[in-house]
């Protein structure tokens, strides 16, 4: 297999790049998208075309909506929405979808979602499977956080989720989507974020899952 590992930053993949040795049973090839939708997107696309690889995993850190949930923990994201792409007007947000831009339903689409149809197949760890909101401009305001949950009911909040989703279901490609949580969204004291051990939780997850994947022939 031919299994591309992409991440937003380099650091968020550093620890199992130094890790993964030549002689994997699978050909690994890291990428770095670059930071946000857009990047991503265009990066994506071209690993596609110009690798065709038979897996695309991509792995990060991103922001917690529920302060109950425990920093540092994995997950798979079987789902991504879009949070951002609208307009916000009469003291309320409406996206693409109820401005009837976009069908709620037209392909990669499905109930306004971009889901990972192949994630019982590919979620080798069992880790659980949530939902992942992507923005590109990160969250701080407590009425526009307070709006996402409501509208969307999404678990994390990250910057670059969406484009993998769409990227891969546009060209059907295989991929899974391994997340940790960093932080709160909304919590800019930063002391309070755990990059690291978030960071040292997802190399420790992805060296695990490359062990699962070198099981398969």
């Keep these: 297999m031919k299994i591309i590992i992409a991440a937003a930053t ?7 790049k130094e890790k993964i040795l030549d002689h994997q049973l699978h050909e690994i090839i890291f990428c770095t998208t670059g930071i946000g939708l857009l990047s991503s997107a265009v990066s994506l696309m071209e690993i596609v075309f110009q690798q065709r690889p038979d897996l695309i995993i991509h792995a990060g850190i991103a922001g917690g ?3 109950n949930m425990q920093l540092g923990n994995a997950f798979v994201i079987k789902e991504e ?5 609208g307009v ?9 979808f109820d401005l009837k831009l976009e069908g709620e339903n037209h392909f990669p689409f499905e ?4 889901i990972n149809r192949e994630i019982a197949k590919w979620n080798l760890l069992a880790l659980p499977e949530t939902t992942g909101l992507t923005v590109n401009e990160i969250s701080t305001d407590k009425k526009r956080i307070s709006q996402l949950k409501e509208k969307y009911d999404a678990a994390l909040e990250s910057m670059e989720g969406a484009a993998l989703h769409y990227v891969c279901r546009k060209s059907n490609m295989p991929f899974i989507q391994l997340r940790t949580v960093s932080n709160y969204v909304g919590e800019r004291d930063k002391t309070k974020w755990l990059i690291k051990k978030a960071i040292g939780n997802l190399n420790e997850i992805l060296l695990k899952y490359i062990d699962e994947l070198n099981k398969i022939p």
Excluded: V
Excluded at 10 to 16: F, S
């Design 10 to 16: 380099d650091l968020e993949t550093k620890i199992a």
């Design 65 to 67: 909506f529920d302060k």
């Design 81 to 85: 929405i879009l949070g951002d792409l």
């Design 88 to 96: 916000e007007e009469n003291d309320g947000w409406k996206d693409i």
């Design 111 to 114: 109930n306004k979602k971009l």
